[in-house]
Structure formats: structure tokens, C-alpha cells
């Protein structure tokens, strides 16, 4: 069973930071896109950010250029560093995995971000 497991979520306040990760098996890592999507409460799971196989790196408008996704090839791992949080951003942060190809994704079990003003 393919798991992805994040980490690095918790209390923070308002103009805070926090680095989420997200550990994935080695060919799930290099094969598969990787992203990270949030979900508040009463609300929809939304996109946050992608970075790609090859490092390409997507956004959602509402970032603003405050996070920075990223892979760590030593520990198969993406990051998520998250800069100026804002108590809308308060969320369960999930980890996907997602191929090029199609396919159904893969996803994390979550970490709650929670931004105190």
C-alpha cells in the first residue's frame, strides 16, 4: 500500500512560518508529480501548490507568493514552507501524488495548520 505521510503541521500565529513535509517511496518520488492541497472547515479541498517530476513549480492565485514547494531528493520528500500565514489559511494540508499520465492519486492522511490572529 503506497503511503504518503506528512509532517510539520500545528500552531502557529498570524505572520508566522511552517515547513510541511511530505515523505513518499522512492519511485513514487521521482515518478509522480507532487502537490499539496488544504482543506478548511465546511469547505472543499483546494489546490495550494505543484511541483512537478521534472521541478516545475504551480501555485494557487491566493499563495501570493508565500509559500515555496520543494523536493528533497536526499529524504524523497516535498516541503512546503509556508511564509506570512494568515489565520484564513487554517487547514488540514494534504500531500498528493498524482502521475502525468492520469491515474488515480495518492494522497497523505493530513496535517492541520491552524493560523491564531
Known amino acids: 500500500q503506497i503511503q504518503l505521510v506528512e509532517s510539520g503541521g500545528g500552531p502557529v500565529q498570524a505572520g508566522g512560518s511552517l515547513r510541511l513535509s511530505c515523505a513518499a517511496p522512492v519511485l513514487i518520488f521521482r515518478r509522480y508529480d507532487m502537490g499539496w492541497y488544504r482543506q478548511a472547515p465546511g469547505k472543499q479541498r483546494e489546490f495550494v501548490a505543484r511541483?512537478?517530476?521534472?521541478?516545475?513549480?504551480s501555485y494557487e492565485d491566493f499563495v501570493e507568493g508565500r509559500f515555496t514547494i520543494s523536493r528533497d531528493t536526499a529524504k524523497n520528500a516535498v516541503n512546503l514552507e509556508m511564509n506570512s500565514l494568515k489565520p484564513e489559511d487554517t487547514a488540514v494540508y494534504y500531500c498528493?501524488?498524482?502521475?502525468?499520465?492520469?491515474?488515480?492519486?495518492?494522497w497523505g492522511q493530513g496535517t492541520q495548520v491552524t493560523v491564531s490572529s
Open positions: 498528493n501524488a498524482q502521475g502525468s499520465w492520469g491515474g488515480s492519486p495518492y
Open positions: 511541483i512537478s517530476s521534472s521541478g516545475s513549480t
